[in-house]
């Protein structure tokens, strides 16, 4: 047993640790080593006490919510990995046009979706098929097409552990960007619960818009295989990228995907990790198609390639959209 094991152990007894615990299983890329403490913790005051000690005893830790938008680094994690899985779900205001619900972090982003939709709120349905907890949504400013999970948020509670205090965060506080919330800022907070105000809609039309975003879900994405999602950013539209690609003259950001592909990198290949030929922002592990281990080592190589080859081609520095975990 390590040093942190055995504090951990010690202090919290009863407490079901994990140690040594295989991440690569519970994240959706299957892949990366072994966390030296793992433990889901489902109640939240036990959540707050066992950072706190954490902190006290200098003992690193990382919260996760889904694994779904992580790279975990081959050699593993010290210290501890704690998961949220508090999924505590309150209405707040259920009013003829309007509904206030809150909910723990913990909560499975698509579960929050089928319970705003039976609430008759309308706002949420892209972000059915988001795979993740609320606290990764939140934390990343979840995307669906144009839309982004902090547009429909009213306050979120943070628990920040070197203060040891709670902090209520307006929606303004929280400086929602694409791609960005003030979580990412600072590593001491921990998003706790998140408060919605969703306007109310006919059932059938908000059923319709859970139907489409499914649907463009399934054909564009590769689901079948492990992956984190997009691995890259879409970069902000350029004069010189619209002059190239008129079709995307009006929007914004140009669609990482999109330029990999013409960048001629579907289907690219390291080790096991290769450019999804469905979206080409996806990189999937191909593993056990083509019994090879599956290594972060290799998808930080991919990506660099990527990079490489986009910025040679089109002079855009695409920026990784995923999160890293663990030192590599
Ligand atoms: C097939 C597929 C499709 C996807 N589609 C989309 C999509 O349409 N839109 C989109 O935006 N993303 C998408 N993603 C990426 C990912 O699912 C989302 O970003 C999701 O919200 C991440 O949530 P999570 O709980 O899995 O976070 P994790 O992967 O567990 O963590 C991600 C980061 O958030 C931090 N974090 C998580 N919870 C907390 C918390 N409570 N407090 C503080 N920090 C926290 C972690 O420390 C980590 O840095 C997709 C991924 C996959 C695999």
Redesign the pocket.
């Known amino acids: 047993m390590t040093n942190n094991q055995r504090l951990v152990k010690a202090k919290f007894p009863d407490l079901d640790w994990s140690f040594n615990y295989p991440l690569a299983e519970s994240s959706?890329?299957k892949l990366g080593g072994l966390a030296e403490i793992y433990y889901k913790v489902k109640d939240q005051l036990l959540l707050k006490k066992i950072l706190v000690f954490c902190e006290q005893e200098r003992i690193p830790w990382?919260?996760?919510?889904?694994?779904?938008?992580?790279v975990i680094a081959d050699a593993g994690v010290s210290g501890l990995v704690l998961?949220?899985a508090v999924r505590d779900f309150q209405v707040l205001s259920d009013q003829e046009d309007a509904v206030v619900f809150r909910a723990a972090?913990?909560i499975k982003?698509s579960q929050l979706v089928s319970k705003a939709v039976n609430l008759g709120g309308t706002g949420l349905e892209g972000?059915i098929?988001?795979?993740?907890?609320?606290?990764?949504?939140?934390?990343?400013?979840?995307?669906?097409l144009k839309a982004l999970?902090g547009d429909y948020v009213e306050s979120v509670v943070?628990f920040h552990v070197k203060h040891n205090k709670e902090i209520i965060f307006s929606r303004e506080m929280c400086k929602f960007a694409y791609?960005h919330s003030v979580?990412?800022e600072d590593p001491q907070?921990?998003?706790?619960a998140a408060t919605f105000s969703l306007r109310k809609d006919q059932p059938d039309v908000i059923k319709e818009k859970l139907l489409q975003a499914q649907e463009h879900?399934q054909q564009t994405?590769p689901?079948h295989l492990p992956?984190?999602?997009?691995i890259f950013r879409n970069p902000p539209n350029t004069d010189e990228l619209r002059q190239l690609f008129p079709q995307f003259a009006q929007r914004e950001f140009i669609p990482a995907g999109f330029l990999i592909d013409q960048a001629g990198l579907k289907n690219q290949q390291v080790g096991a990790i290769v450019v999804s030929d469905k979206h080409a922002a996806?990189l999937v592990n191909m593993s056990e198609e083509l019994q090879l281990p599956a290594k972060a080592q290799d998808v930080k190589k991919l990506i660099a390639q990527i990079q490489l080859a986009v910025k040679k081609q089109f002079k855009v520095e695409l920026k990784e959209?995923?999160?890293y975990?663990g030192q590599d």
């Open positions: 959706y890329f990382k919260i996760v919510g889904g694994l779904s938008n992580l998961q949220i972090t913990g982003t972000f098929g988001v795979p993740g907890t609320l606290g990764g949504a939140i934390y990343n400013n979840a995307h669906y999970i943070a791609e979580f990412q907070l921990v998003i706790l879900r994405q689901l992956s984190s999602g997009c996806f959209e995923i999160f975990l």
